[in-house]
């Protein structure tokens, strides 16, 4: 099974060759790997193992996968683009392939100009993680071509989602409850944090999730201030609370939930207060979830909801961000955030704090589509655990 819809990679070369045409640009070199894969994903509905890659497309013309040779038969298979180049920039270093046939830029740049494509001006995607390397040697192979930088324009084409977009980010959150549900049947004394990771991964994997947009969370105890913590083999202790976060993705789209659990199976008092805060702050943050609103706005509802509870110098990320091909991607909705909610984009109210000296950290988090009326949860089940009080 492929997970590309050629439909979908046509509008979008269409609407990557209408950014072109306004920045008087010959081509667009978009770069990713499997930690930056989303703007790579987005036009190929694959991404490389082990080696790194870049969709090459011109102003006119068919784009180009440029990789190395040990994921080549792998795109020819899977990608929506199959026209593939080898380089050595985007192999693994000193791996070697005696069979495959090896690229330059320059070999390219004389490849294009045999069809009457000459580039001059190019727009970059990617270039908070663009390799050095790859920047040189495409610019002397094309003779010192200028590279500008298109990633702002590029991403933007991403902020509001398709309905076949909103399908399978759907989807991918229908995955979550059930997946949640197995891992807190895990959690008690005496387990491993791995243990509870193992459960949520087999039933969204059993359920076709084709991978997951971050490593599973599971942090107990003080683990839980790593804002982001992959399970390890720590034994859960009684009395402490557990961090879970889960975010299963379906045709490369991603779902997510975040839960923090007792692990003793009741909460204290204390743990019930402060977590009843956090969904208070949850509901609010989901009632401001209207067209028009940025970040500025909404963000500052919550924000006065922690600094009532002393909970402001724990704040590590922002209450709102949206969700697509990454778990967390942009538009972000954070207390200087400019960019409005628009029907069409699908959202995450992720509520958390980190380093309290008594709690450690805590997260809730769920998902929402925002329409012309509002907003529609993508997972149901979890938003009303999460708005309700404990």
């Known amino acids: 099974m492929s997970y590309y819809n050629l439909d979908e990679t046509k509008k979008r070369l269409a609407r990557i060759r209408e950014i072109l045409k306004k920045n008087n640009l010959d081509a667009a070199l978009v770069y990713y790997d499997e930690v930056n894969i989303a703007n790579g994903w987005y ?90 390397s790859l920047y040189v040697q495409f610019q002397e192979g094309f003779s010192g071509a200028e590279l500008i ?53 087999y039933v969204a994997r059993s359920k076709n999730a084709n991978n997951f947009a971050f490593a599973c969370m599971v942090g107990s105890g003080i683990q839980s201030n790593a804002v982001v913590p992959t399970a ?15 975010a299963p993705r379906f045709n490369g789209y991603a779902g997510v939930m975040g839960e923090t659990l007792p692990v003793s199976g009741e909460f204290t008092q204390a743990q019930k207060d402060v977590l009843n805060i956090v969904r208070e702050t949850y509901r609010a ?40 091909l990454m778990e967390a991607e942009g538009p972000f909705f954070g207390p200087n955030g400019s960019d409005p909610l628009v029907p069409g984009m699908t959202v995450s109210i992720d509520i958390s704090f980190f380093g309290h000296p008594v709690h450690h950290g805590v997260r809730i988090e769920s998902g929402f589509l925002i329409t012309e ?18």
């Open 285 to 324: 943050t989901k009632e401001m979830l209207k067209p028009g609103l940025c970040g500025k706005e909404i963000d500052v509802v919550g924000a006065k909801i922690y600094e009532k509870h002393n909970l402001t110098p724990y704040i590590v990320c922002p209450f709102l961000h949206t969700i697509g």
């Open 43 to 132: 036009l190929t509905g694959w991404c490389p193992q082990f080696e790194k890659g870049a969709v090459l497309v011109p102003a006119e013309g068919e784009p180009m996968l440029l990789g190395g040779p040990e994921s080549e038969p792998f795109a020819k298979m899977s990608s929506a683009i199959t026209d593939t180049r080898c380089f050595y920039t985007f192999m693994v270093p000193g791996e070697e392939y005696p069979n495959a046939t090896i690229s330059t830029f320059q070999t390219l740049a004389a490849e294009m100009a045999g069809r009457g494509l000459h580039f001059k001006r190019v727009g970059i995607v990617g270039t908070s993680y663009f390799p050095y």
């Open 232 to 246: 390890t083999n720590r034994v859960m202790q009684a009395g402490e609370m557990i961090m879970l976060g889960i």
């Open 149 to 201: 930088d298109i990633t702002d324009e590029y991403d933007r084409l991403r902020y509001v989602k398709s309905p076949w977009e909103i399908e399978n980010i759907k989807t991918a959150f229908s995955f979550t409850y059930d997946s949640f549900l197995a891992m807190q049947k895990k959690v008690r004394p005496g387990a491993t944090e791995i243990e509870v990771a193992a459960e949520g991964e």
């Open 373 to 390: 009326d509002g907003y529609v949860p993508l997972s149901p089940e979890m938003d009303e655990r999460l708005s309700a009080e404990l």
